[in-house]
């Protein structure tokens, strides 16, 4: 039942997200055998569906699957069916970047790297080690607000699992003085990562749906595929244009409540968020959500609902949101204009929105509960 609802809610996100002159005809549905994932379950899948575009004659296959804790939706256009085997193919891709990145699975690497924190170095892999090396770019970037090494704090307050509290002050304490990207050590001989302090967890969350959405686009464009559009939990990659060389229409979530606040129109680029909307609880009337100031070890709050990031990559996209709401309003906006490849949308409490003057016509809002302050 869990399951059927998770796949309805994802057709239902792809219909939002994608967003069609005229809608594409649906002409029929294929059963799919179960796939298995690396730790032994079978992966949550849907069935495909398949639709034609009237317009181009295009047919477009879409898929389902609930990995790396996220709904995800594959749609790929191409001028018959897309088999079950290509899907196949990139489901099994993303379980197995799961199974090297993720820090709840005891087996992935980064999991290793957790275990030996304090003790030894862990050689990984060179796309995990290259990884890492890039969340710690990101680290320099925002002066250390974007942390990946914060998973022990993160662990703390358990935001978006089972049990969500405000951490003890001593808990706390002890957990933050875990955090530190500068004493992640690389050895560029051997690839082997080193975390010198006990108890340093390593969580990529941040930035590596991203990372992953770029690999699954890569492997798209490789099975001879120009035109999809890869949703990751709301992280939106629309490769290529779409038949028609149209743009992607990409929604806004409205963080305070269901719906969008406007559209972007892009071509082949990421459009990717970060909010307190996603995982949050409320205790006395305050929301705790959870991107976590590295030095408070508490949510931050700056004023900001959330940010949209586009930009040609996945990985930067998200790396980005989650930076760039950690710098809050000013610095962040500053940040983008500052840079010609990378766009930003800030949704701020106040129901007013912020872009960087490039997306100021790829923009369009929709919701006039919130108003755009364009410059
Ligand atoms: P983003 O803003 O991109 O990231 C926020 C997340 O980054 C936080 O949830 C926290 O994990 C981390 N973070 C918080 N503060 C900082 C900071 N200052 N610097 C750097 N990072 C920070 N979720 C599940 O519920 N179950 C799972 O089994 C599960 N497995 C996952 C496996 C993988 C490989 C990945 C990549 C994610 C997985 N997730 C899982 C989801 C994950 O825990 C995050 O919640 C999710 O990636 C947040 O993405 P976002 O785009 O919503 O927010
Ligand atoms: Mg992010």
Redesign the pocket.
Known sequence: MKLIMRVLNLLLMLLILVGCAKAPEEIGTMATPELMSMGGDPIAISESTVKKDSASGMILTAKQSFQ???QISIGIYDDQQVPDEVFNTLFKLIDV??HK??K?IETTEISKVNANAGKEPIPVSDDIYDLLKRAVDYAKITDG????S?GAV?NLWD???DTPKIPEKEALTQALATVDYQKIHFNDQNHSVSLPIEGTVV???????GY?SDLVGQEIKKLGYEAAIINF?G?VFGMGVKPGDAPWVVGVRNPLSEGIVGTLKVKNMSV???GVY??FFIDDNIRYH?????QTGYPEQNGLLSVTIVTEKGIDG?AL??SL??MGLEKGLAFAEASEHIEALFIMEDQSIYTTSRLSEAFSLENTEFSWKKH
């Open positions: 790396i804790g996220t970047y799961e990145i993720s709840n607000l974007f942390d990946v914060i993160v935001i978006g699992g969580d990529l969350g941040a930035i590596a749906k992953i939990g992280n990717i968020s970060s996603e995982r959870h991107i976590l100031n590295p998200d949101s989650t709401f950690l």
